[in-house]
């Protein structure tokens, strides 16, 4: 029993210093969820504003841009994943994945051939894994992204929107990140960038209530104001997902971290009751053998004397 006993005490201490690391890291992420709500709200005024501008231009002119104009028949889409650098984070990565995946088979179901640009590390190896083709990858920023890293990504894919289909453009593109709820709820979603749906956009930026807005004249023209705002667009909806998708990160692994200390806590005290009856069970019988051997030498000392 000795040598359990020295099993259990190797297994707590083991699992003691696993708790330690996994409590680090829970308030690690715990404080850069923080960070990463204020990075998030403050990028919405921008996005909002700058949204209602495109929506205004696009609106208020007859010219026909190749980021706002519908194809009839569109045959390619590109699709940008976000997911993240590092591990430990519960499903976090994994449910972007099949939200992607959903939206591919959607877009091939639909005769669209589909185009796959992915941020993050567990993305590209997910996907490298697979033997699947993988048009551009950005890797090294998740859990902190910058507005240069956005504009980093949105420059391949703007790219190829302003392509033709023939010379490798595509007609449509999609973004898949986590959207952040709360510190509990964090939700992968899909969103159709462009062609930018200007109804819906508007709607969704005036909450809900879209107004008429008039016709108005252009200096250059119209087409150099989408040319310059369009982009930038992009950009703010790309840079907002990234953030968005970085505090979804931090929460999935502070929650996966916090569940990880808890069922070291209780490994650790099962553990323990189990060293506990060990000990115990070691004592008793060496009281037993105490007790065997003076019983033993009282009936020979006995015997002797007789």
């Known amino acids: 029993m000795g040598a359990q006993l020295r099993v259990y ?15 680090a890291m829970e308030m690690i992420a715990a404080s850069r969820i923080v960070k990463a ?56 990565s994994s449910n972007a994945i099949k939200a992607a995946e959903g939206l591919a088979k959607r877009l091939t179901a639909e005769g669209k051939e589909v185009d796959t640009y992915i941020v993050g590390r567990k993305g590209v190896s997910y996907y490298g894994f697979r033997g699947r083709t993988v048009v551009d990858s950005w890797t090294g920023f ?4 910058t507005y240069a890293d956005a504009k ?3 420059g391949p894919l703007i790219e190829s929107v302003v392509k033709e289909t023939a010379e490798g453009g595509v007609d449509e593109l999609h973004i898949v990140f986590t959207e952040f709820v709360s510190m509990m709820t964090q939700t992968p979603i899909d969103n159709r960038l462009l062609p930018l749906s200007l109804a819906t956009a508007e709607a969704a930026e005036a909450g ?17 104001v989408l040319d310059a705002l369009l982009p930038r667009y992009v950009e703010s909806r790309i840079y907002n997902a990234l953030l968005q998708s970085a505090a979804s990160e931090h929460a999935a692994r502070r929650r996966a971290m916090k569940s990880a200390t808890d069922n070291a806590e209780e490994l650790i005290k099962s553990l323990t009751r189990l060293a506990n009856a060990a000990r115990q069970a070691d004592i008793t019988q060496e ?9 033993a030498l009282a009936d020979a000392t006995a015997g002797s004397d007789k």
Do not use: W
């Open 9 to 23: 005490k190797r297994r707590i201490k083991s699992v003691t210093a696993t708790k330690k690391i996994t409590k």
């Open 37 to 92: 709500q204020r990075q998030v709200a403050a990028s919405m005024p921008y996005a909002t504003e700058l949204t209602r501008a495109v929506t205004a231009v696009a609106t208020g002119s007859n010219t026909k841009h190749p980021l706002t104009t519908e194809v009839d028949s569109p045959a390619r889409a590109a699709v940008l994943l976000i997911t993240s650098d590092r591990g430990l984070a519960g499903g976090y």
């Open 142 to 145: 998740t859990d902190s992204p």
């Open 152 to 154: 980093k990504v949105a």
């Open 208 to 224: 809900g209530k879209a107004e008429i807005l008039p016709l108005f004249d252009f200096e250059p023209s119209a087409e150099d």
């Open 287 to 295: 009281i037993s053998e105490i007790v065997g051997g003076a019983s």
